[in-house]
């Protein structure tokens, strides 16, 4: 049991040597900073906030200092700072380019022929197709500004559906308008070879005029309804005004909704294929007379029986 007692002993006094010698030449890695303004250095073993802090000092003596006569402790601070990583050593330069760079002005007459597509360098046949009489108009001209290119506002009437005519596809985009109906958004034809053939669809002109009638009537109907109220409010009327204007503008205000939704849904749309369309085969000779004839052969009598005839 002694044995073991000297043993302990011996091990405790190597370790605060070794502590005591540890970075021999070198400054106590932590500092102390004492209310009274002391700074003691040395290497801290423990911090116990509120209570008390140990270290041992730059002459190897272990020390305990009460809490409320510290003012501030720093690890660390006089620790010797790692060497930065040296930085790579550059490779050889490269073999650089073959040309130079062009210059500003030579740079921009470069790349002021670059389009966004890649638009056919030939005229183009295209066939309009529709159920009812349409215009084929084209924006003709562009105008180029600074990251962007813009169209010309001056419109040229290709042709009349059903019709056939011969375009030149980088003049401008085209679109599809008329009496009584809504123009089509603006398309293009510079991807198309040599044909192409535009169907329109300009919806139900019946539903088209119902929906702008019933916005109108819709329209004015929450005007004046919201008019009413609002003069009834403002000028203290009796509750009969109030509920009359609430009531006209609440009913109307269902139809103008009811009449954008149907105005909006019969919008021109177009739909573009490549090639031509062939016409429908006639089954007769003169184009004046109908696609069919009326068959005007008599139809045969079968024989009618019901009882009590004979």
């Given at each position: 049991?002694?044995?073991l ?21 070198a ?19 423990t ?5 008390k802090?140990?270290l041992?000092d ?9 809490w ?16 930065s ?7 050889p ?5 073959d ?10 007459e ?43 506002t ?31 958004p ?5 991807r198309?070879?040599?044909s ?23 329209g ?19 509750d ?26 019969t919008?021109?749309?177009?739909e ?22 009326l068959?005007?052969r ?13």
């Amino acid at each position: 049991m002694k044995g073991l007692q000297r043993i302990g002993c011996i091990l405790m006094l190597v370790s605060s040597s070794a502590t005591a010698m540890a970075d021999d030449g070198a400054p106590a890695p932590d500092e102390i900073t004492l209310k009274s303004g002391e700074t003691i250095r040395g290497r801290v073993l423990t911090v116990e906030r509120g209570s008390k802090v140990v270290l041992v000092d730059e002459a190897g003596n272990e020390r305990t200092l009460t809490w409320a006569d510290v003012a501030d402790v720093e690890r660390g601070k006089h620790t010797a700072k790692r060497k930065s990583r040296a930085l790579p050593t550059p490779g050889p330069e490269g073999p650089g380019y073959d040309e130079p760079l062009p210059e500003e002005d030579e740079y921009e007459e470069a790349t002021s022929d670059v389009d966004e597509r890649a638009p056919v360098d030939h005229e183009l046949t295209v066939q309009v197709r529709s159920n009812v009489p349409v215009d084929l108009v084209q924006r003709v001209g562009r105008e180029r500004g600074v990251g962007s290119v813009t169209e010309r506002t001056k419109p040229t009437t290709v042709c009349r559906a059903p019709c056939e005519a011969t375009i030149d596809p980088r003049e401008g985009s085209l679109i599809v308008t008329g009496d009584g109906i809504i123009p089509s958004p603006g398309f293009v034809l510079d991807r198309y070879d040599e044909s192409a053939t535009v169907y329109v669809d300009t919806g139900f002109k019946a539903r088209r005029q119902a929906g702008l009638g019933i916005m109108i009537a819709g329209g004015v109907g929450t005007l004046v309804g919201g008019t009413w109220l609002t003069v009834a409010l403002i000028a203290d009327q009796p509750d009969e005004m109030k509920i009359a204007g609430a009531a006209v503008g609440g009913a109307s205000l269902p139809a103008l909704v009811t009449g954008i939704a149907l105005f909006a849904g019969t919008r021109t749309t177009v739909e573009i294929l490549p090639g031509k369309s062939r016409p429908p085969e006639r089954h007769d000779k003169d184009e004046e007379t109908a696609m069919f004839e009326l068959d005007r052969r008599p139809s045969p009598i079968e024989p009618r029986y019901w009882l009590g005839e004979f």
